[in-house]
């Protein structure tokens, strides 16, 4: 279904790469709508995008007017100093729009140590990505029923393979959060959410490790609603 919850961040077009000191980031795939092989970022979106060294802040850019096939505004390029390190970019990404009351913000902490490079060097970023059964047409489910939610990691294209070490799920209906078991089968994991008895919204919140070492929080704030 065309705009089908999950919106969010996808790797299914590059997110950014390493070539020499020189990292440049994209977020032209940060509000794909869900399912596999979808990408996508809306217009109306705005947010930043920042990159620490070894937790020092060292470059900041903006999500303006972000298109696919514009994207100027749309990410971030940094000179880093030579060498190994522990990086952190984080995207955050708001949006206030007529056409949905969904994915209102979204926000991804990436976590990755990188070195001087050779050649260009896809960074090993990653997406949770998410295909809610049973939603209706407008993306909602039956207050007080249970949602089964398959979820899978999107990699950015090219990075090292890595597999998947750790997966938790958290879920907020808007009073805190709440840790959600998840079922692995290979490279999928399925949960099952309990929706609140009444209307509103679901966020959804995972934290994600692999075996390279890197790893990512992602927060999707109004993932889907109940009503």
């Known amino acids: 279904m065309w705009n ?58 903006a999500f303006a007017n972000c298109r696919l096939n514009d994207q100027k505004g749309c990410g971030l390029q940094a000179d880093l100093p030579a060498g190994a390190a522990d990086y952190t970019l ?31 060097q896809p960074l090993p970023l990653m997406a949770v990505r998410y295909a809610p059964e049973e939603l209706d047409d407008h993306n909602r489910a039956k207050p007080g029923s249970s949602t089964r939610v398959p979820l899978w990691v999107e990699r950015n294209p090219g990075a090292a393979k890595a597999s998947v070490t750790s997966m938790r799920l958290e879920m907020s209906t808007g009073t805190g959060w709440r840790q959600v078991p998840v079922v692995r089968d290979g490279t999928r994991w399925t949960a099952v959410l309990p ?3 009444q209307a509103g919204f679901v966020s959804l ?21 109940v009503g």
Do not use: C
């Open 90 to 120: 984080t995207a955050s990404v708001r949006r206030e729009v007529p056409y949905s009351t969904l994915t209102t913000g979204t926000e991804s902490v990436w976590r990755f140590r990188s070195k001087t490079t050779a050649k260009e």
């Open 205 to 225: 919140r995972a934290t994600v490790s692999d075996s390279s070492g890197a790893g990512v929080t992602q927060t999707i704030t109004r993932a889907y609603a």
């Open 4 to 61: 089908a919850a999950v919106t969010g961040p996808s790797f299914l077009l590059s997110g950014g790469s390493r070539t020499g000191d020189r990292l440049t980031f994209s977020g032209v795939g940060m509000l794909a709508a869900g399912g596999p092989n979808s990408t996508g970022m809306d217009s109306a979106a705005t947010g930043t995008v920042t990159l620490a060294r070894n937790g020092s802040p060292l470059a900041t850019g």
């Open 195 to 197: 929706n609140p008895g």
